[in-house]
């Protein structure tokens, strides 16, 4: 499912290219599902304090899925005005793209924890978005 709750456009085909070469790579079925919501204003900072206990906004959050089957690999919640104003020399589309990729590396299970960790997702995200470029 994809919603977006912002003010700003983003359409699901800038998520999808990421979510089929992930799932590629990781081995895992094409019909998996992920869940995404794009919002703007304070609705990252309210689920952020809700559900990890932290009182500021954030760029993205994952829910990883509380069951074993990979047929639903849980939601992702990106705030696309935080994503527009860290974007850089990006797009806006390469921006979300990139936060999207994060989320589902998440959502697989790969953090940023400890240092083993970090250098393996770090890995991978750069990687999948080498084969997310190819792609075009």
């Known amino acids: 499912m994809f919603e977006n709750n912002s003010s700003m456009k983003a359409g699901e085909e800038i998520f999808q290219p990421v979510l089929e070469i992930v799932l590629q ?3 895992i079925p094409a019909s998996a599902i992920v869940n995404l919501l794009i919002s703007d204003g304070d609705e990252i900072q309210e689920i952020n304090r809700k ?3 932290v009182d500021k906004k954030t760029d993205v959050i ?3 899925a509380e069951t074993p089957d990979r047929s639903y690999l849980g939601d992702i919640i990106i705030d696309i005005e935080i994503a527009d104003s860290q974007k850089g020399n990006h797009t806006l589309e390469e921006e979300l793209r990139v936060l999207f990729l ?3 590396l998440h959502l697989l299970g790969y953090d940023h ?3 083993r960790q970090k250098t393996i997702m ?3 995200e750069k990687n999948y978005l080498e084969l ?3 792609k075009g």
């Open 132 to 134: 997310i470029k190819e």
């Open 51 to 53: 559900y990890r206990g």
């Open 122 to 124: 770090e890995s991978k």
């Open 102 to 104: 994060h989320g589902v």
């Open 113 to 115: 924890l400890s240092a």
């Open 62 to 64: 994952s829910f990883p």
């Open 25 to 27: 790579q990781e081995e």
